[in-house]
């Protein structure tokens, strides 16, 4: 037991157990409980002060030296040894004369007796304490968690662990797409082991990168040969005995030998706190780095100063700068830090600073490189720099974190800003026009066709007098879009005002239509979102309400039962799958197939309707009941109770099938001709759930009466005693169109397949929002009879296609949340006081 403390002449207790007397003043003992990167540092910076006055012992849970915890991926990718990471060595304690009590962590400390104990049990006194404990892996409590075989990445024990599991090769899985899983699974992946990744987010390091930068991380680590499951939530950890694999919660099994738990980090302050210091999310520390208790400092991960928690290097090192001028008197608050990420991923650089999740008030400045895998995006809100992402050439990071730090008026740099710092400072010529006028005519202008800048002015000059008309003629811009900044430009030089402005683009977003953005989604293979953006070279990181549903439309259409249906894309209603109303709440339509209902169906929604005070049911015009005044929280016990009578989502809310509106035919009408209330009910279980481009309506009448009234509906069979008259492209709203007549069939198989195939030409080439009214008068009903009825195999072809889709579509997405999925776009909201 060693009890000295203090800078005078003391008693004192001996190696020996003997009592005895400092025969020096001793000088002021510093006890530092952590051998990590910060409570090394700060030893440092403390011995650079004032080195002859303190004494220090230093306690660490790991037998090792102090080493650089951030170099540990090099250490398992075998880029590095470990002694090619270690900061301080043996020496650097001997010759400041530092007792390292190593493999011996502190677990209590006596503030009262100013000792701290440690696990072997040795007690010893201090002056000042530093408590530099780090940080916890966190560790989701599944069922499996403690099976052998788990572990978290944290520390050279965890290496050497995964150095052993791969030896042997097999499966790993990764649990966490941040920062530290992903060096964990490269690691692996170099070690020879297969990898999966899970990630409950929908993009990786959401923290640190936006969509854009996200998507393009996951791409090129799949090219490398992991696989990236986001959106993936774990359910268990499963093995008999030791970890066999791991299952998630859409029940998925991913087997592995080895799960590498890396979801996150949290202050490590249980000692802390059972020594009664004040702790809030970390130990609470002053601008000099001491906690509640005078005598006691903590500094790192583990301290929360302003409110604030860090889990970045640097202001490790700013904290440790103010502990140690505090410690020997000299005034120096830390006053927090502004931090930045700049990283490189598995050997991909990233970098990332400030507020980047845009909004209100902020403006975006986005450069995409597709060919190069290059993507920047500068935020501001006025003409100051307030965030940054940089993916794949991070070199301007630093200059954009010092604008930002700094709060520089970028207003003469705005238009040169994202070119970067050699640019704004003159490296590039300061007139964009003069520069594309000065190019050679054999300049290449468009990398994906070859096309030179003599050629798009020949193309100009033969009268090719918009973008889309140069485009049309010698196809510069025409793939990917990047180039589209100079064509314009050229069109510009070359024309003047003469320009002539092309089709509408599909937003602000783009310089694409929709039907460019649609072939080029089927052309290139595009899969998501992110991917679409990126390659088209959006002007915007994340699109905006106008493009977003469109595209996620697009490729739900595009990929049936690959695309993950993207719920942030969706109107509130489509998320909420109900209407909501102008006081807040939400109306219900439960599905009456053809509008017939039965005594079980009618019971559940009064009793629906009792049980959750509806204020109002009524008969819609397409012959369903509408229940009013649902509170959004309530959704799912209402669909619950529907869905236990047999009803499933009517998608009166939804851009897809609404209804199926029928009259009783020739069952008990006697002016009836066909079963079309029979046929009507067939065409709503054939088409229910199909999403389109807009809402989508059907009706069958029985004779020509037509009390169905179908020639007002999107596709409308009139029934006649011959067959069946189809009909397309009505409209009853706001501009009433009647049906154009597509063709007559003798049978209601015909019927049927000329339906499923015409909503299928429908969704395939209709734009995002054109219902079939607007689409028939652009494209004409002879090119629409041309594709349905000239050639029998690409009618039955279309048809085949769209009963393919449906077979992802036909799920009843009130099923799903009343099981539990995005459970939390329900909840209840209290208001703010």
């Known amino acids: 037991m060693d009890l000295q403390t203090g800078p005078d002449p003391v008693l004192f207790i001996d190696g020996e157990d003997s009592l005895a007397i400092s025969p020096v003043a001793a000088r002021q003992h510093l006890v530092v409980i952590g051998n990590g990167m910060a409570g090394c540092r700060a030893v440092e910076e403390l011995l650079a002060r004032d080195g002859a006055n303190w004494r220090v012992t230093i306690f660490g849970a790991e037998p090792h030296v102090n080493y650089n915890r951030i170099m540990l991926s090099p250490v398992l990718a075998g880029e590095k040894s470990f002694d090619e990471i270690v900061i301080n060595p043996r020496a650097w304690y001997d010759d400041n004369g530092i007792e390292l009590v190593a493999s011996d962590p502190v677990i209590a400390i006596d503030r009262a007796a100013c000792t701290i104990t440690s696990r072997s049990g040795r007690t010893i006194g201090y002056d000042r304490l530093l408590i530099a404990t780090g940080s916890d892996p966190f560790i989701i409590p599944v069922p499996g968690h403690d099976l052998p075989g788990v572990i978290s990445f944290r520390d050279m024990n965890d290496v050497e662990t995964m150095l052993t599991a791969s030896a042997t090769g097999g499966s790993a899985v990764v649990i966490g797409g941040g920062l530290l899983g ?151 608050p830390y006053r927090g830090s502004v931090t930045s990420t700049k990283l490189k991923v598995s050997g991909i650089d990233v970098f990332s600073a400030g507020d980047f999740s845009g909004g209100e008030g902020c403006e975006d400045i986005v450069l995409r490189d597709a060919a190069r895998g290059i993507y920047k995006r500068v935020v501001l809100r006025g003409d100051r720099v307030v965030g940054a992402v940089l993916y794949g050439d991070t070199a301007d990071g630093s200059w954009y974190f010092d604008l930002l730090k700094k709060g520089t008026d970028i207003a003469d740099l705005r238009d040169v800003l994202i070119y ?58 025409a793939s990917c879009g990047s180039c589209t900044g100079l064509v314009e430009t050229l069109l510009a030089l070359t024309l003047g005002e003469a320009v002539e402005s092309g089709p509408k683009t599909m937003c602000g977003c783009t310089s694409f239509g929709h039907d460019d953005v649609r072939q080029a989604i089927v052309a290139q293979g595009m899969r998501s979102i992110p991917e679409v ?120 809310y939804g851009k897809s099938l609404r209804t199926v509106k029928t009259c009783v035919g020739s069952e008990w009408c006697r002016f009836g001709t066909q079963d079309s209330t029979g046929l009507g009910v067939k065409a709503e279980r054939m088409t229910w759930g199909s999403w389109m481009p807009h809402k989508f309506k059907i009706a069958v009448s029985g004779c020509p009466r037509n009390c169905a009234e179908a020639t007002i509906k999107d596709f409308g069979i009139v029934c006649v005693d011959s067959g069946y008259e189809l009909h397309v492209g009505g409209n009853g709203g706001i501009k009433v169109r009647v049906t154009d007549l597509l063709c007559k069939v003798a049978t209601e198989e015909e019927a049927l397949e000329h339906c499923a195939a015409f909503i299928q030409l429908y969704r395939e080439e209709a734009r995002y929002l054109e219902r079939t009214a607007p689409w028939i008068e652009r494209v004409g009903l002879p090119y629409i009879q041309e594709r349905l009825l000239g050639d029998a195999e690409e009618r039955a072809a279309l048809a085949e296609r769209f009963h393919h889709s449906q077979t992802f579509s036909q799920d009843d997405p009130w099923r799903q949340r009343v099981e539990g999925a995005d459970a939390h776009l329900h909840q209840h909201l209290e208001p703010a006081e």
Request: aromatic share 4%.
């Open 533 to 652: 953006m990126q390659r088209l070279h959006w002007s915007t990181p994340d699109g905006c309400s106008s493009c977003r549903p469109a595209l996620n439309y697009y490729l739900l259409c595009a990929l049936p039962g690959e695309y993950v249906d993207d719920q942030q894309s969706r109107f509130v209603n489509e998320r909420l799958h109900a209407n909501i109303q102008k006081d807040g709440t939400y109306s219900v339509v439960p599905r009456m197939w053809g509008g017939l209902t039965n005594p079980r169906e009618l019971r559940a929604i009064a009793d629906v309707v009792e049980k959750f005070n509806a204020p109002m049911v009524k008969v819609t015009g397409g012959q369903r009941l509408d229940i009013f005044g649902i509170r959004k929280e309530d959704l799912p016990a209402v669909w619950a109770d529907l869905n236990a009578a047999g009803m499933v989502s009517g998608h009166a």
């Open 420 to 477: 970067g710092q050699a640019f704004a400072a003159g490296g590039g010529p300061a007139d964009p026009n003069a520069a594309v006028a000065a190019l050679p005519a054999d300049a290449e202008i468009c990398g994906c066709n070859g096309v030179t800048k003599g050629q798009v002015v020949e193309c100009i000059g033969a009268g090719a007098a918009s973008l889309d008309a140069v485009r049309q003629g010698c196809k510069a811009s």
């Open 182 to 332: 992903l060096e964990a699974a490269h690691g692996l992946t170099l070690r020879g082991m297969n990898v999966t990744v899970l990630h409950l987010m929908p993009t990786l390091m959401e923290r640190q990168l936006d969509e854009a930068a996200g998507w393009l991380l996951k791409s090129a680590l799949e090219a490398r040969g992991q696989v990236i499951l986001t959106g993936a939530d774990t359910a268990e950890i499963f093995g008999e005995g030791r970890v066999e694999g791991v299952r998630l919660k859409d029940g998925r099994k991913i087997p592995a030998s080895l799960v590498v738990m890396a979801v996150g980090i949290r202050p490590s302050v249980r000692l802390a706190r059972e020594a009664g210091l004040a702790v809030g999310r970390g130990i609470q520390v002053d601008d000099h780095m001491v906690t509640s208790d005078a005598r006691v400092l903590a500094v790192g991960e583990c301290v929360e100063h302003d409110g604030q928690v860090y889990g970045l290097v640097a202001p490790l090192w700013d904290m440790c700068r103010s502990l140690a001028d505090g410690l020997v008197g000299t005034a120096n």
